[in-house]
Every structure is written in C-alpha cells, then in structure tokens.
C-alpha cells in the first residue's frame, strides 16, 4: 500500500463547478499537508500549506485535513477553465524538511467552458 | 524577480550513456531540491544541496549524484543510464532549509528519455 493515495482522474467539470480533491494516507506522523497545482509541461507551484487537522480557505480554495480519517481534501469553487492542470497533494511529519515530503500521484482536472 | 531555471528542457540518451541537468535557483535561495517524477509516480526526493554541502538523498542508487556551485546553482549527473531512469527531473529552490513559511519554488523541469 502506497503511504500517499491520489486518484488520478481525469476529472472533468463545467466551468463554474464546485470540485472535489482527495487523498487518503496510511502514515499517522503526517502533520503538515499540502497541496501543488502542475500545469502541463510545468512545475509545481504551491497553492495550499496547512498544519494538523481543520479548514484553510484562500479564496476559491479550500483545504480541509481529517486526521482522525487520514484523509484530506481540496474544495474550488466556481471553477475556472484556468483551473484546469494537474492537482498533487503532498505532505510531511513534524519533523518536517522538504526532503521528507511524501507527494501523491496527482489529479488531473479539466474544467470545461 | 527570476524563477528557477532548468537546462536543458528535453534529453535524450541511450542506455549506458551519462546524462548531466542543470539548476538555477531563484536569487537569494541557498537550497537546491531535486525530484524525479515518473510516469504515474509521485515526485520522488532526489538530492538536497544548501550552502555548497549534500545536506540528505532519497532513495536512489549512487549513479544519481550532483553537486551545489558556489552561486548556489546546481547539477544532477546520472550515470549508467537504464531505461527506467525516463522521467521529469524537477529542481526547486528556496531559502535556507526552506520550511513553513519558506516555500519551494519549482523549475519547469528537464525531460530525460532513454532509448
């Protein structure tokens, strides 16, 4: 079983949608959780960072973190055809260090207008 | 204010052959990070270089190795190339050991293929 679990779509909504990402993980010293957007022949950008369990919202996005579940989401409102790219989470024990970050397989998302 | 910069985009080589990638971390920035990121894998940690040291490497063979210049730029050489090493290599900088609320920033990535 992989520590970080992502389904890797593609998912496809229309434009102005409200999306749903997941990821589930089996490695309860996980406290610090992120999520990266990767537009095609792109790097990663970071988009979301949250520590421990409860809600982050900046803007359209929403991250929520269920530690009791080990599960977290990414929630876009109104989703845009900008929005359209690949979605990784990742995440870290406390320890933290990027070179401890596990990533998940990332989601794709096509918005369509 | 520049981003990371990777050389060159694309790569490609043969079996047996070496393969060298470039970094160039955003000014200021003293850590350098490199992933692979394989076909329907996750970013796998590579290497971590701040201030000219091999500061942690993930879970690769030696043939993966690199080294941090003193103007903090950087490069992955892998050598003895398998068919299997075909992958996106990722750099990201950021400032010192880069956590919390000091983000990695992401190149564009080097596009290694093996023939």
């Known amino acids: 079983q992989k520590e970080v679990e992502q389904d890797p779509g593609p998912l496809s909504v229309p434009e102005g949608a409200i999306v749903s990402l997941n990821c589930t993980y089996s490695n309860s010293a996980f406290q610090y959780f992120m999520w990266y957007r990767q537009y095609s022949r792109k790097g990663p950008e970071l988009l979301m960072y949250t520590y421990s369990s409860g809600n982050k919202e900046d803007g359209r996005f929403t991250a929520q973190v269920d530690k009791s579940s080990k599960y977290i989401s990414l929630f876009i409102r109104d989703s845009q055809p900008s929005d359209s790219a690949t979605y990784l989470c990742?995440?870290?024990?406390?320890?933290?260090?990027?070179?401890?970050?596990?990533f998940g397989t990332g989601t794709k998302l096509q918005v369509i207008p | 204010e520049a981003g990371v910069t990777q050389s060159p985009t694309h790569l490609i080589k043969t079996r047996g052959q070496q393969a060298t990638l470039r970094c160039s971390p955003i000014?200021?920035?003293?850590?350098v990070y490199w992933y692979q990121q394989a076909l329907g894998l996750g970013l796998q940690f590579l290497l971590w270089y701040d201030e000219g040291e091999e500061r942690n490497r993930g879970n690769f063979p030696p043939r993966f190795s690199g080294r941090q210049f003193p103007n903090y730029s950087s490069e992955l050489n892998v050598n003895a190339l398998e068919l299997e090493d075909s992958a996106l290599y990722l750099c990201?900088?950021?400032?010192?050991?880069?956590?919390?609320?000091?983000?990695?920033?992401f190149g564009d990535g080097t596009r290694l293929s093996i023939l």
């Open positions: 990742a995440m870290s024990p406390s320890s933290g260090g990027y070179q401890k970050v596990t």
């Open positions: 000014s200021g920035h003293t850590s």
């Open positions: 990201a900088s950021s400032t010192g050991q880069g956590w919390g609320n000091q983000p990695q920033h």
